[in-house]
């Protein structure tokens, strides 16, 4: 049986408030790649409430699972 290489991603989210009397003060910056051997290759994206962020993280280690071999399964 042939070893498979490891695989390294990485997600760094920086969270911050604006100005607290907005309606949606968190902010976010969310910078990713899928594959650490090619720094490079990365995405920056921003968000705006909890649930843009949480979003986000859903959607990059989805992204992540899916360019592998698929071995990694859902537990929920």
Known sequence: ????P??????????W????NQAKPLRA?????????APR???TIGAASERE???AVRSWLRAFISAGD???TDAE
């Open 17 to 20: 408030v604006e100005k607290e």
């Open 6 to 15: 490891e695989r390294t991603a990485v997600l760094v989210i920086r969270v």
């Open 70 to 72: 698929g071995a990694v």
């Open 29 to 37: 910056r969310l910078t990713s790649t899928l594959d650490v051997s």
């Open 1 to 4: 049986m042939a070893r498979t």
């Open 41 to 43: 290759a990365t995405d």
């Open 53 to 55: 962020i949480m979003n």
